[in-house]
């Protein structure tokens, strides 16, 4: 795996379900935090590691995302015409102009693995990002998690997913990696275990939703029989693949908040509020002045 990732995956079919009745209307990675929805930070984080290829794999009837990253002719005429040049050039940097999207729909919600296969025709065989929208990850000024992950996978010629310590008693919320550290961040799969229940967990370090993995992951999601509810799932196809190549878990250098519920949602629009420079102060004194 020692090519520059190219190509990144972003599966976006699902329905939101956890933020209805928003979501009867608005895609779930549409949803704002601050000033930005969901897919932006994810989009940003991908080009952050080297992509100029994003491929978006969604249902038939999910369109915002595509006109999001589309130009508004309108808009920015109007904003052209009365010299709102800072917001004019916010509009037109949702996506750097060497930077392409792809999308791909999903026939069938058959599982997370059945999303990303989806995807083959248009990465091929080499290696992949995939990035899940519902759980940002901030690091600051720093790299973000999937060039830490890409540039581990690129050194080490090994797939590399994100794992992150969850309280015991959740492993049956998450696919559970059993591994042993190679490094102080990186630790060499042994197996995966999808939604282990906490008495037969390995561990309690959990995949979360970034993963740089080989064209030939394809090839063992073709291969992988549906499971409960008949879906595929990622983690099987990556068990396949361990017989073949190592696969590393990574331990990323940031901060995880998931928004795929209406906690995770808050905590994130709360940690962008208080860094950002214009309204932090304000956010401080009023979390300050808040009473329960």
Not at 21 to 30: N, R
Not at 58 to 66: F, S
Request: hydrophobic share 45%.
């Amino acid at each position: 795996m020692s090519k520059r990732l190219r190509k990144v995956v972003f599966p976006v079919a699902g329905l939101g379900t956890r933020f209805l009745p928003a979501t009867k209307v608005v895609a779930k990675e549409m949803l704002p935090v601050l000033d930005r929805p969901l897919i932006q930070y994810a989009v940003d984080e991908a080009v952050d590691a080297g992509a100029d290829t994003l491929i978006f794999v969604t249902n038939r009837y999910k369109h915002a995302i595509a006109d999001y990253f589309d130009k508004a002719y309108e808009l920015e005429s109007k904003l052209a015409q009365s010299g709102k040049n800072d917001l004019l050039a916010m509009v037109q940097g949702t996506l750097p102009k060497n930077v392409r999207c792809v999308f791909v729909t999903q026939p069938e919600a058959l599982g997370l693995g059945h999303a990303v296969l989806c995807a083959k025709p248009v990465v091929g065989d080499e290696p992949f990002g995939v990035i899940l929208p519902d759980d940002l990850i901030t690091n600051g000024d720093g790299a973000g998690a999937l060039r830490q992950m890409a540039e581990l996978a690129a050194n080490e010629d090994a797939g590399v997913i994100a794992v992150e310590e969850v309280p015991r008693e959740q492993t049956n919320k998450y696919g559970i990696v059993d591994a042993t550290p190679v490094s102080e961040r990186a630790a060499k799969i042994k197996l995966v275990v999808e939604k282990p229940k906490p008495e037969v967990a390995p561990s309690n370090l959990a995949i979360v939703g970034r993963y740089v993995l080989p064209g030939r992951i394809f090839e063992h999601l073709e291969k992988t029989t549906p499971g409960a509810g008949g879906e595929i799932q990622l983690t099987d196809a990556i068990e396949s693949l361990l017989a073949e190549q190592a696969v590393l878990a990574y331990r990323f250098e940031g901060t995880r908040f998931d928004c795929g519920n209406k906690l995770g949602l808050v905590q994130a629009t709360l940690h962008m509020a208080l860094a950002d420079a214009q309204i932090g102060a304000a956010t401080r004194e009023l979390l300050r002045n808040t009473r329960p």
